[in-house]
């Protein structure tokens, strides 16, 4: 059990990468961002058919908001074009409406990108982990850069982690 856990903690640090992070997004519209975010992927060469993704995710967010925590979205697809598991981050100053219950826009964006097949539901879990932490939050917003966001991502990801595996002893 606790070297599943450590596992997993490490597994999401090797799907966070520096060059899938973009501050300053400039759209202020949910496709749009996600169109960027999709189209920075595509140039980096960690997807191809940037496009299809993009109309799934709209019709994703078109039925319910991904919004799980104030000021971040976590929009997500399956498809079986996808080989493993992509995490992007997105982050948007002038904040996105992602159509959240509490109304409240979107900062932060945590673009997930899964293959059809396989149960990554630990993605998730061990992403809003991380996340679930005001500390953990208020030092992504002091973050500059991507090497920063990654270094707090992995740090807090790890540390998550471990709580898990201290309290489960």
Request: hydrophobic share 45%; net charge neutral.
């Amino acid at each position: 059990m606790v070297f599943a856990i450590a596992y997993l903690a490490m597994q999401l640090n090797n799907l966070i990468k520096k060059e899938h992070i973009i501050l300053g997004l400039r759209s202020s519209t949910v496709s749009g961002c996600l169109g960027e975010i999709l189209l920075h992927l595509e140039v980096v060469g960690a997807i191809n058919r940037q496009s299809e993704y993009l109309i799934e995710l709209i019709e994703r967010e078109e039925n319910s908001s991904t919004v799980l925590y104030p000021g971040i979205a976590f929009p997500h697809v399956r498809s079986s074009s996808i080989i493993s598991p992509v995490i992007a981050i997105g982050r948007s100053f002038k904040r996105v409406d992602f159509k959240s219950v509490s109304g409240e826009k979107a900062e932060w964006i945590f673009l997930i990108l899964l293959p059809k097949e396989g149960n990554y539901l630990w993605v998730f879990s061990e992403l809003l982990e991380c996340l679930s932490s005001p500390y953990t939050i208020n030092k992504l917003k002091q973050c500059n850069t991507a090497a920063e966001i990654k270094a707090v991502l992995n740090t807090d990801v790890l540390l998550s982690g471990e709580t898990k595996v201290a309290l489960t002893r």
